[in-house]
């Protein structure tokens, strides 16, 4: 049955579309003759004659109402008026509060660490660090918990990344100056 399809669809999809425009023609032709059939059309009745309008008489008004001339005020001189408002003193905004190390490690004040040597940290990062208050590896790797949650918070587009990239123990090699412990589990420097 396939085989006749592809032999002979071509030809009876063809043979389908003669016959429904046969239909189509025919039914078209039985509309047309009853529609040139007139209906009967009713005799034209006689139609009333049209009144003739009516016109009332011009009236006479009386003298037109004089117009008064425009007057045209002369323009005065106005100062304008300056008010001078103060210029709006800048917003500035509190420095956030340095994070104060954890009590079991005494961060020296005098020389700050090289923050970017830990793996994560870029120079926007280690200037954010540095502005709060975060300067030595010996503060980082004695972190707490909301150490870090504090921390965290305030760190904006680098949220999460103390807990990611393992600040905590990458600043312990580091305060230790163990160099070689470092490279060996994160790699050089």
């Known amino acids: 049955m396939q085989e006749f ?7 009876l999809l063809i043979a389908l579309l003669v016959v429904i425009g046969l239909v189509f023609l ?3 032709k039985g509309k047309s003759a009853v ?3 007139p209906a009967p059309v009713a005799p034209p009745v006689a139609a ?9 008489p011009l009236v006479a008004t009386p003298d037109p109402v004089p117009v008064a001339e425009p007057v045209v005020a002369e323009p005065v001189a106005v100062e304008p008026v300056i008010e001078e408002t103060p210029a709006p003193a800048p917003v500035v905004e509190p ?4 994070i104060p190390a954890s009590p079991a490690v005494a961060a020296p004040s005098d020389d700050a660490d090289d923050l970017l040597k830990l793996k ?6 280690g200037a954010l660090l540095t502005e709060l208050g975060v300067t030595r590896y010996a503060q980082i790797a004695g972190w707490s918990d909301s150490d870090i949650a504090a921390i965290d918070a305030k760190l904006g587009n680098f949220k999460g990344r103390p807990v990611r990239d393992q600040w905590i123990d990458q600043a312990k090699y580091l305060a230790a100056g163990d160099i070689a ?9």
């Open 5 to 11: 399809f592809m032999d002979y669809g071509l030809w």
């Open 26 to 28: 025919l039914s078209g």
């Open 35 to 37: 529609a040139e059939d």
């Open 48 to 56: 009333e004659p049209i009144a003739e309008p009516v016109v009332a």
């Open 95 to 98: 420095a956030p509060a340095p």
């Open 120 to 125: 994560g940290v870029g120079p926007k990062l």
């Open 181 to 189: 412990g470092f490279e060996a589990k994160y790699g050089k420097i």
